[in-house]
């Protein structure tokens, strides 16, 4: 009986070590072994993204491929600004929702492309200038990150602002026209409409350290020393047949400054050198812990923008080229990123001294003023006891007009306006906050908000 017992007991042992290694084995077999791109850069901490075309949703070897492979979309023309905002103040975001849908039903993630860019305007904005076009294009920012709020990884909110060329300063353009803080401002409106996107500046011909990279550098580095809200650079990283040799220190100088960097736009010429400079850009981002992922612009060469460069990963067919192998290798060989996950600052400072009201709660603002209107952050602080509802009053100067806002109900645009919370944004823990924004013409001068629960 006894040893009945124990061989029993040694059988069950020994299938559960066998059950054990075998499982160990799966799991090793599949942390080394990914076999596809979105797999493989996943078991490394990163995404493996395409840019898509709602147009090519009706294509199944087109569909088979992206949701096989890729665990990130963006869209490649559908989030721009004649996209989304045909007509002055009308938007239309149903193609981004489309693509966001898709993205979300299948857990990948969204790259938004791109709030404000010299091209792709629409006929309205590119006859508008100075204030107007100030005003319009921090609006379009703040509507268009408020619609996708909560949805986007990372958002392009400027995109090729600065000049090819070896002078290493902006390009001329009409949003540059209105003032040389166009691009911080939109950071601003762009950190206020959806708090938890990273906020990424993508441009290209930065693949290496050259004049225009220097540049972008030296804007990343004066906005971090100033607090002006900046998570990520994106380089796009259109390629020919070489790659420059200072690609990957390129990555790592902007990620020493404190953001994260991300391979934007990645497609290569087909040529002697395809799959090596592939698998060269794949290894480069693995290398930089800062590097948090990569997308391909497009899916099969007959997608591309290139035409006949055959510039992609797959070919027209859908079949696997030699690139693909190449990225593929190098994803599964790379270095994962490390588990401390990378912070950056995510508020501005109030400006104002906290006004105490009544009912438990205080107010805080913070603005970002420029020539002809202003964005404006409240910061609603439950006191010592947690509050279910708040009412913000908040007096405008004359000639200031709410043009817009977030996360709040208002009365009335000019003079003294009451503003409400949401559904969503009533309830705070004692000491805990929320916050709302909006956006106005005029200037802000001094704003005291003043709190009470409701
Ligand atoms: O691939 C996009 C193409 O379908 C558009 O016609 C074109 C319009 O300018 O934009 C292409 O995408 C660009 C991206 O938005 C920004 N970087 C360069 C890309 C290739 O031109």
């Not at 920012?141 to 996708?148: E, I, N, P, R, S």
Request: hydrophobic content about 35%; some cysteine.
């Amino acid at each position: 009986m006894r040893s009945t017992k124990r061989l029993r007991a040694g059988l069950i042992l020994a299938a559960a070590g066998a059950i054990a290694a075998t499982f160990a084995m799966i799991l090793s077999s599949s942390a080394t072994a990914g076999t596809t791109l979105g797999g493989s850069a996943a078991e490394k901490g990163r995404y493996f993204g395409a840019a898509v075309g709602t147009y090519k949703f009706g294509d199944n070897t087109y569909m088979t491929v992206l949701n096989r492979e890729f665990n990130s979309l963006v869209p490649e023309n559908e989030m721009k600004w004649d996209a989304t905002e045909p007509q002055q103040g009308r938007f239309n975001f149903s193609a981004g929702d489309r693509i966001v849908s898709h993205a979300r039903s299948r857990g990948m993630s969204v790259r938004g492309h791109t709030l404000l860019w010299h091209a792709q305007q629409p006929g309205w904005a590119q006859g508008l200038s100075g204030g107007d076009l100030r005003n319009a294009a921090i609006n379009h920012v703040t509507q268009t990150a408020a619609h996708f709020r909560g949805q986007i990884y990372a958002w392009d909110v400027v995109n090729e602002a600065f000049a090819d060329g070896g002078s290493g300063g902006r390009r001329d353009s009409n949003l540059q026209r209105t003032g040389n803080d166009w691009i911080e401002a939109a950071f601003r409106a762009a950190r206020n409409a959806d708090p938890g996107a990273k906020l990424c500046y993508n441009d290209y011909n930065t693949d290496g350290i050259n004049a225009k990279s220097t540049g972008i550098y030296n804007m990343v580095r004066d906005f971090k020393s100033r607090g002006v809200p900046i998570d990520c650079v994106g380089l796009q990283s259109h390629l020919g047949t070489g790659i420059d040799s200072s690609y990957q220190a390129n990555l790592q100088r902007f990620a020493d400054l404190g953001v994260d960097v991300q391979i934007t736009e990645l497609d290569v010429m087909q040529g002697g050198n395809q799959a090596n400079i592939y698998a060269t850009v794949a290894r480069s981002c693995l290398a930089v812990s800062r590097c948090t992922g990569i997308t391909v612009w497009g899916v099969r060469d007959c997608d591309s923008w290139r035409g006949s460069d055959n510039a992609l990963l797959f070919d027209c067919a859908g079949n696997k080229k030699p690139a693909y192998d190449a990225v593929l290798r190098e994803l599964n060989q790379g270095n994962p990123i490390p588990t401390t996950p990378n912070t950056s600052p995510r508020t501005t400072p109030p400006t104002t001294p906290p006004t105490i009201g009544p009912g438990g709660c205080t107010a805080t603002v913070s603005v970002n003023q420029w020539n002809g209107g202003f964005v404006a952050n409240v910061r609603v602080t439950a006191g010592s006891s947690a509050i279910n509802g708040w009412r913000v009053t908040l007096a405008l100067p004359s000639g200031a007009t709410v043009t817009g806002a977030w996360s709040a109900n208002r009365s009335g645009n000019t003079g003294t306006v009451q503003w409400t919370n949401v559904d969503y944004n009533g309830r705070a823990a004692a000491g805990q906050s929320t916050e709302f924004g909006f956006q106005a013409t005029g200037t802000a001068g001094v704003l005291n908000p003043f709190c009470a629960a409701s």
